[in-house]
């Protein structure tokens, strides 16, 4: 038990530090971004749930393999805060609330946004590349896959997550969360769980360029005037 506790402690003890403070001081001013996404998403749910709102949500905020690239992009960024039609709702905003709050107070609202929409773009570009591959490819999907309405916060939720530990050198909870993804993926083979493993990949190449940033000169610089 003790075990357990100095590794909570090690793992997560300078995060929990900063939004404990971030949030004693500020409260709710602290959370901008976070509050903002939580009520879009609710608004968002209740319209689409709506006989006259569905279709309104759909041409705004789906996306779908099948559709020319360039309006799937123009909905990428909003499809992010538009909820599975199959998944409960409230699974949505508390993934949104907890970890889009802790990644907006620890790493900045705008280096939240940049990671969440380059998770989320990456499972939909990856998308058309599964598909092109084929049913038969490793890395593929099968075509019906095309059809699927691909919404929801899931990939900026776990590519948020990935960053964060690697930013505090969490590597069990790391590790915990891409092992949780790829176990996922071997019971279900699906659309949804090879995107999270694309926004994983694609969170990793974001946690490597910020490392080559901070070991160059410049970098050095930065952090010398800073501190």
């Known amino acids: 038990m003790n075990a357990l506790v100095r590794l909570v402690r090690a793992e997560?003890?300078?995060?929990?530090g900063t939004v404990r403070q971030a949030l004693t001081r500020r409260t709710w001013r602290a959370l901008p971004l976070t509050l903002t996404a939580?009520?879009?998403t609710s608004v968002l749910q209740f319209v689409q749930n709506q006989s006259w709102g569905f279709e309104f949500v759909q041409?705004?905020?789906s996306v779908r393999a099948d559709e020319p690239l360039r309006p799937a992009l123009l909905r990428t960024p909003l499809s992010l805060f538009v909820p599975a039609l199959d998944l409960p709702v409230w699974g949505a905003l508390l993934q949104v609330l907890f970890?889009?709050?802790i990644a907006e107070i620890c790493l900045g609202w705008w280096r939240t946004l940049v990671i969440a929409y380059t998770a989320t773009l990456a499972g939909t570009l990856y998308a058309r590349v599964g598909i092109g591959l084929g049913a038969h490819h490793p890395l593929g999907l099968p075509a019906t896959d095309a059809q699927v309405?691909?919404?929801g916060?899931?990939?900026a939720v776990i590519g948020l997550a990935v960053f964060l530990c690697w930013r505090y050198g969490a590597r069990v909870t790391g590790g915990v969360v891409i092992a949780a993804m790829v176990v996922e993926l071997l019971v279900k083979d699906n659309l949804a769980g090879k995107e999270h493993i694309a926004a994983i990949a694609a969170v990793v190449v974001l946690c490597r360029l910020s490392e080559l940033r901070r070991r160059s000169p410049a970098g050095a610089r930065l952090r010398d005037t800073r501190g």
């Open 12 to 16: 997560w003890g300078p995060p929990y």
């Open 38 to 40: 939580v009520c879009l």
């Open 59 to 61: 041409n705004i905020g």
């Open 99 to 101: 970890v889009f709050g």
């Open 149 to 151: 309405v691909d919404t």
């Open 153 to 155: 916060p899931s990939a």
